[in-house]
């Protein structure tokens, strides 16, 4: 099946401090992926969609300016949480749909354990 | 609007156990159905899928069957080990009904003892 690799798998930062995450889709071209959060024993909560070429769509209560999302190609996503606070230590998962008439399964990343100190 | 429910965790079970984690769905379209794993610090891995009605999806012993008359996927497992421990995610996509962003359950844990 398809591959989707997230970076990196884990982080630890310091509070105020940024951290990127990538989510690339390794051998098929993703014009949508989306990003997603999992607090502990929880389900997956949608952030964000990323659009390849336009800005993404946030979900209601997730703040764009907080955690700012560039979808530069149709094969990389990038997840920025920006001034980090120890509110956002979680697990963050992107994944990725070729879509077409026939819906087609989500191929998750890896996943990426933050933790902000 | 599109949901997924699941039944409520943790399922505990013994070794060799059977096995089901039942799921009901409601959407606008005709849509398919997934079942993912996620174990322990790790990313969701598809177990299984079906893209119409009466469709079986199976496996690793694993097997749902896509019904559309009780708008149901039901995961089932004849006989469970312990590395089945992880949790079931049951999930659906549907993009008749206007957008493929797939809808999740909540999730259910499944605990299996030796």
């Known amino acids: 099946g398809a591959v989707v690799s997230q970076h990196p798998s884990r982080v630890i930062c310091k509070s105020g401090t940024s951290v990127k995450i990538e989510c690339r889709s390794l051998?098929?071209?993703?014009?949508?992926m989306f990003w997603y959060r999992q607090f502990p024993k929880q389900s997956l909560m949608l952030m964000a969609t990323s659009n390849e070429g336009s800005k993404a769509t946030y979900e209601q209560g997730v703040e764009k300016d907080k955690f700012l999302i560039n979808h530069a190609s149709l094969t990389l996503s990038t997840l920025t949480v920006t001034s980090a606070h120890p509110e956002d230590s979680s697990f963050y998962i992107c994944?990725?749909?070729?879509?077409?008439?026939?819906?087609?399964?989500?191929?998750f990343g890896q996943g990426t354990r933050l933790t902000v100190v | 609007g599109n949901s997924v429910t699941q039944m409520e965790g943790p399922v505990t079970l013994s070794e060799e156990a059977f096995l089901t984690i039942n799921c009901t769905y409601t959407?606008?379209?005709?849509?398919?159905l997934f079942w993912y794993v996620q174990y322990p610090g790790e990313g969701l891995q598809l177990l299984l899928k079906a893209t119409k009605a009466d469709d079986k999806g199976s496996n690793k012993g694993f097997e749902a069957t896509y019904r559309k008359e009780t708008t149901s996927f039901h995961l089932e497992k004849g006989s469970v080990q312990v590395s089945d421990s992880a949790v079931y995610f049951c999930?659906?996509?549907?993009?008749?009904?206007?957008?493929?962003?797939?809808?999740f359950g909540r999730g259910t844990s499944l605990i299996v003892h030796p």
């Open positions: 999930a659906l996509s549907d993009p008749a009904g206007g957008s493929y962003i797939p809808t």
């Open positions: 959407a606008t379209g005709y849509p398919s």
């Open positions: 994944s990725a749909s070729m879509t077409g008439p026939v819906a087609t399964e989500a191929f």
């Open positions: 051998d098929f071209q993703a014009t949508t």
